[in-house]
């Protein structure tokens, strides 16, 4: 058994002591962000349903009152890039692209707020976005002030096309800048992704100055990118992990995109992509969950299979995600095919993630005195089963025979609740 740091896991200092001051994000926030599924299409000729415009946000902020998004705690619908214009208008400030926009974001905004939803829109560090529209560079106020007059409740601001020693100053400069309208906005940073290649991070500078920050690479709609990302955060998790809490977040980017229909629906619909199997689905979410990451879904919330659909409003997910003790979990064990992630939450429950990374066979079992954690339990522990269905497995004994099956690139998610004597 290869053990990571698993002994000291309750002793973990937390470093989430001093996050941006503005009050958001007390937990990860959850919304829905539209680049990994829609990207960059702006051919609403074309593809009128699916190009950024102002009526596929209005579409989603209405499914996501419709369809009980919103009531299970989604509540941001995001802009990515490609939103705005080539050109600044005549006094210099931003604006959308008045043929896919008409209304304006200004518009959009009261929109979304009218379902009781929130908007974020997304920016640029440097002087044009990674998808070559303008970024903000020597103009972070004012582009400030006009998100903060459209009434923008969140800005992702990306670190494309800006030398990486500027990073931290135009970060800090445009965290200044949003603070100073008034107006309060979560501030969603990449800065750390752009300076990993170089060094490593500030993070106290960087949990002063935004409310998330992605680390890594994009999110793909594929297995091997979702494993990537659980993969790196797992080797830099004692660099990363102490930094989240309350009002400050690693974010490992979007909940891919989870577009499954099943075979005859892809026979008659002919949308949506495929890159997950539900397993895997089921492990990204557990494994987000445990990560205390931003819920930010990406995908055709018009038409999800109610198999997706359930799966990310699983209430009890959610809780383990949202749990307000905000600290991030770690993995903690990997022991043959199987890896072990543990998540300390409020009121002394410790929420498990089980993976087995055989992608070959059939479900493996593992015996849940196995799990690091357990010893943490007492003599006696209420153990729950989250994923992949909810069971109540009973109070166990310390020398518990209870063990869980876990199918090839699945996970069983528990929580064991000690039961004092
Ligand atoms: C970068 C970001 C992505 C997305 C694209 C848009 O790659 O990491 O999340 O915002 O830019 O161009």
């Excluded at 890594?216 to 930094?243: C, F, G, M, N, R």
Aim: glycine share 8%.
């Amino acid at each position: 058994m290869r053990c990571t740091g698993l002994l000291l896991f309750p002793l973990l200092i937390s470093h989430a002591v001093k996050a941006l001051d503005n009050g958001l994000a007390l937990t990860p926030i959850m919304g829905w962000l539209h680049w990994a599924r829609f990207m960059c299409n702006v051919d609403c000729d074309a593809d009128p349903d699916n190009c950024i415009s102002e009526r596929l946000f209005m579409q989603m902020a209405d499914v996501m009152v419709k369809e009980g998004w919103r009531d299970a705690g989604y509540e941001y619908v995001c802009l990515d890039d490609c939103w705005p214009s080539r050109r600044r208008d005549a006094s210099g400030g931003l604006q959308a692209d008045p043929a896919r926009f008409p209304g304006g974001i200004k518009r959009l905004a009261d929109y979304v707020h009218s379902k009781g939803l929130k908007l974020g829109i997304y920016s640029d560090v440097g002087a044009e976005t990674c998808a070559g529209y303008p970024g903000s560079l020597d103009h972070y106020e004012k582009d400030a002030q006009t998100f903060a007059d459209w009434g923008v409740d969140l800005l992702k601001f990306d670190g494309c096309n800006m030398k990486w020693t500027r990073l931290a100053e135009g970060y800090r400069n445009m965290s200044r800048a949003l603070n100073a309208t008034g107006s309060r906005m979560v501030y969603s940073c990449e800065w750390p992704l752009y300076e990993w290649d170089f060094h490593k991070p500030n993070y106290t500078a960087v949990r002063e100055t935004c409310n998330q920050w992605r680390n890594y690479a994009d999110v793909y709609d594929s297995w091997s990118s979702v494993k990537s990302i659980a993969e790196w955060t797992a080797l830099h998790q004692d660099a990363v992990a102490p930094w989240a809490g309350p009002g400050g977040w690693n974010d490992p980017d979007m909940i891919s995109c989870k577009q499954w229909l099943n075979k005859m629906e892809h026979l008659t619909l002919v949308i949506g992509n495929y890159g997950l199997s539900h397993d895997q689905q089921e492990s990204q979410m557990a494994l987000w969950a445990l990560m205390a990451a931003p819920l930010l879904m990406s995908n055709d919330l018009r038409s999800l299979c109610p198999r997706a659909k359930a799966l990310l409003q699983n209430r009890r997910v959610i809780a383990i995600n949202q749990d307000p003790l905000g600290r991030q979990g770690y993995r903690t064990a990997t022991l043959g095919s199987f890896e072990v992630w543990e998540r300390p939450l409020s009121n002394r429950v410790l929420a498990v993630a089980v993976r087995n990374k055989q992608e070959i066979g059939g479900p493996q079992k593992l015996p849940i005195v196995k799990v690091p954690g357990w010893r943490t339990c007492g003599s006696l522990c209420n153990v729950t089963q989250i994923l992949p269905q909810y069971k109540e497995l009973g109070v166990q004994r310390q020398r518990t025979d209870l063990a869980v099956a876990v199918n090839p690139s699945g996970v069983v998610l528990l929580t064991f609740h000690p039961i004092l004597d």
